[in-house]
């Protein structure tokens, strides 16, 4: 299977931290995505980075990908309240279409 | 601009009764279409995917079935539930492979009882 895993399952951090989540694959990919959860609701799409990508940026959010490691990590700073929730990573495979999503990272933001 | 609804929310049924979850998108023509599910506190698992009207694919074997009757319907179901078919279900909508992103409704949360 191609489901990524973050790591770490469960994060907590107080409010003005940054957040660090790690996303590790198995096959070669074309994309990677990262998505957010909000408990009991479908996910809305953060940033998406490219196999030929190092780095990308939005906003507070910055993502990284290593496909020599099959890995990517996503980092937010400066955390909010309102950041709270879980956090997917989603890869494509080199000869597909779809995206298969990891097992997400939990984030609590302490007030 | 683009929409997806999905219904219903919430849903309770007995085991071995049929199921028919429905999903459609609104302001776009020709979308790829996804069914996951996501059991309690866990990742998204991959069931069904189209391309096309007519064109469903299936990621792993399950006692689920899916159809696209309309360009922008999606429709999931099953003649008999069984117990390990709760979950969350959710469907999304891509335009080509999804170098945007997958849009996703809002879910409905299935006990099977």
């Known amino acids: 299977s191609q489901q990524g895993e973050e790591d770490p399952q469960a994060l907590s951090i107080q409010e003005g931290e940054n957040a660090t989540m790690n996303c590790s694959y198995k096959?070669?990919?074309?994309?990677l995505q990262w998505y957010r959860q909000n408990s009991g609701r479908g996910l809305v799409h953060l940033i998406l980075?490219?196999?030929?990508?190092r780095e990308k940026h939005s906003g507070r959010l910055r993502v990284t990908l290593d496909t020599s490691k099959k890995s990517s990590s996503l980092l937010i700073t400066a955390s909010r309240a309102a950041d709270t929730a879980s956090y997917f990573c989603?890869?494509?495979?080199?000869?597909?279409?779809?995206?298969?999503f990891g097992t997400g990272t939990s984030l609590t933001v302490i007030p | 601009s683009q929409t997806i609804h999905q219904w219903p929310a919430t849903l309770v049924q007995p085991v071995g009764s049929p199921l028919s979850l429905e999903c459609t998108v609104e302001?776009?023509?020709?979308?790829?279409l996804y069914w996951y599910r996501q059991a309690a506190g866990r990742g998204l698992q991959l069931l069904f995917y189209?391309?096309?009207?007519?064109?469903i694919s299936s990621e792993v074997p399950q006692n689920l079935s899916a159809s696209r009757p309309q360009d922008r319907q999606f429709i999931l179901s099953s003649k008999k539930l069984l117990l390990s078919d709760s979950g969350f279900y959710l469907c999304?909508?891509?335009?080509?492979?999804?170098?945007?992103?997958?849009?996703f409704g809002s879910g409905t949360r299935l006990t099977v009882v």
């Open positions: 189209s391309v096309g009207i007519g064109q």
């Open positions: 302001g776009t023509s020709n979308p790829n």
């Open positions: 989603a890869t494509d495979v080199a000869t597909g279409n779809q995206f298969y």
């Open positions: 096959t070669s990919i074309n994309n």
């Open positions: 999304a909508w891509s335009k080509g492979q999804g170098m945007r992103g997958y849009t």
């Open positions: 980075i490219r196999s030929n990508e």
